[in-house]
């Protein structure tokens, strides 16, 4: 299967602006692309890339004064195989864990694990341990959160999200998260592509993606809270602790967002009717 990726972002800047940008497909599906997703800009300006303390590709600019384009197309090969679901894994002990797992066990900015522990253990002391314990945790959280664009907010932490108890995506990956960290798995973000793809319409307005990795048996596998099935054609574009290692942009300086476009859509195979 190839999928045709990208995205349009146009930014209105009062001055010059430094910005990081976190919008390149990750380095683990480099033998998966077919047609690179090269960040052009209009107008055309230095782009200088980098690799963060988390290995994700990102790039820095200084947007210049008025509007700027940031843009992308690209062709990836994907399987066609949903998310894979792998009942037996269990979970490691937490002195058995390697050491740069450690990092997702701890809080950090979107994932209060001190407010939630309490909770978590009431909730969780007694689920199955492994793969059943984080999938109790996504039924729940896709249970507890109601999905609505008008729900989202930039600021809005796990906790806020378990109170409120609605939001996007990040918000149910954040709360997912934060509860599987409570419970001793090592739990970090992840940002990428997801489109449609075998899933029946009527089809919601096009974003970028929020879902998780659990740690579990000496592997990292993905999890869902929000959609809470496997999904099909899903492109990854960057891990860390929780969204706020994985911005698309932070800018350093005022800015405002004129225009915002993400796609992914299935190409047909050549010499199909």
Excluded at 140 to 145: A, D, G, Q, S
Aim: charged share 20%; proline share 7%.
């Amino acid at each position: 299967m190839k999928i045709a990726i990208g995205y349009e972002l146009i930014y209105d800047c009062p001055q010059l602006t430094p910005m990081l940008l976190t919008l390149s497909v990750h380095f683990t599906r480099a033998s998966d692309i077919i047609a690179p997703d090269y960040l052009i800009t209009n107008p055309v300006i230095p782009i200088r890339p980098y690799r963060d303390s988390f290995g994700n590709w990102c790039s820095r600019i200084v947007a210049p004064r008025g509007r700027l384009t940031l843009s992308a197309q690209g062709v990836v090969r994907d399987t066609g195989v949903p998310d894979r679901s792998i009942s037996q894994a269990r979970q490691t002990p937490v002195e058995q864990l390697p050491d740069d797992t450690l990092v997702y066990l701890l809080g950090s900015r979107y994932c209060e694990t001190d407010r939630l522990s309490e909770i978590a253990w009431q909730l969780f002391e007694n689920a199955p341990t492994g793969w059943a314990h984080v999938q109790a945790i996504c039924d729940y959280v896709n249970r507890h959160i109601e999905f609505g664009y008008q729900h989202a907010r930039f600021t809005k932490t796990a906790w806020e999200a378990f109170q409120e108890r609605t939001g996007v995506c990040r918000d149910y990956a954040h709360l997912a998260i934060t509860l599987c960290r409570c419970m001793n798995i090592p739990a970090r973000y992840c940002t990428g592509y997801l489109g449609d793809i075998g899933m029946p319409p009527p089809y919601g307005p096009m974003d970028f993606a929020g879902w998780f990795e659990a740690y579990l048996d000496g592997n990292w596998y993905t999890f869902d809270a929000r959609n809470n099935i496997p999904r099909i054609g899903r492109i990854l574009i960057a891990r860390g602790r929780d969204a706020a290692d994985v911005p698309i942009s932070c800018s350093f300086g005022p800015n405002t967002l004129i225009s915002f476009k993400v796609f992914t859509d299935q190409l047909a195979d050549a010499g199909s009717a």
